[in-house]
């Protein structure tokens, strides 16, 4: 039975000065979790914007360029796979939203999140789930961080080949579980996820090493196998 499709968002912020903020890579195994803020310029409207899962690879590619020459203000946030590991995965995304709306060249009046909860910082904010299918300037920041991220994926997988990074993004899958078992632990893998930590303790880090590794007191990874 298919979802029943939420109704339109209504915001109590009528202003110019509205951030979208999205994230993606939660669920990797390997690499940074990147996030996006947006501010559309009412001036210069962009058609066709949704959540960038729903989008073709071409039209999502088409949509990138025309953020980046239309919006009032963009900005990208990331923590890469060691502060995941210090701070657990949910902290980090927090952690990387705020860095990409603090990188805005022009300052939000009020910033909407996708999901169900917002960071804890001083701008005026509110979560909006499945915010990334009914906000526009949410839209666009969940484009502009999954077109960065599939492309650091596709740059990963020319430094370590065999992983299969450029097709499934660093996502758990078959292929990369039984890559990560044969071949080892690569230095952007996120060690305090399950199957890494598993597949370090087995094979050890890429390359061949079998040296014993020192253990890590790592926090509890708390959005494993999701988005």
């Known amino acids: 039975m298919a979802a029943k499709a939420l109704p339109p968002f209504e915001c109590s912020y009528r202003g110019s000065l509205l951030a979208g903020v999205d994230e993606v ?4 195994l390997i690499g940074a979790v990147v996030t996006a803020a947006v501010i559309l310029d009412p001036a210069r409207p962009i058609p066709g914007l949704a959540d960038s899962k729903k989008l ?3 039209k999502r590619l088409r949509l ?3 953020i980046l020459e239309n919006a009032a203000a963009w900005s990208l946030g990331r923590c890469e796979a060691s502060e995941i590991d210090e701070l657990n995965i949910y902290q980090a995304t927090m952690l990387a939203m705020k860095r990409a709306v603090e990188g805005l060249s022009i300052a939000p009046e009020y910033v909407l999140v996708d999901g169900n909860r917002c960071p804890k910082w001083r701008w005026p904010s509110e979560p909006v789930i499945k915010g990334d299918s009914r906000v526009e300037a949410i839209s666009a920041a969940s484009i502009l961080a999954k077109v960065t ?19 499934h993004k660093g996502y758990p899958t078959p292929v990369h579980l039984e890559a990560l078992n044969r071949l080892g632990v690569t230095p952007e893998h996120r060690r305090s996820f399950r199957p890494v930590k598993m597949a ?3 094979v050890g880090v890429y390359g061949g090493s079998s ?17």
């Not at 040296?211 to 988005?227: G, K, M, R, S, T």
């Open 25 to 28: 890579g939660r669920g990797p």
């Open 56 to 58: 073709t690879e071409k």
């Open 64 to 66: 990138y360029d025309d």
């Open 149 to 167: 991220r599939d492309r650091e994926m596709e740059a990963l997988d020319v430094r370590f080949p065999g992983f299969g990074l450029a097709q």
């Open 200 to 202: 370090l303790d087995a």
């Open 211 to 227: 040296a014993p590794v020192q253990e890590l007191n790592y926090p509890a990874d708390l959005f494993e196998n999701i988005d």
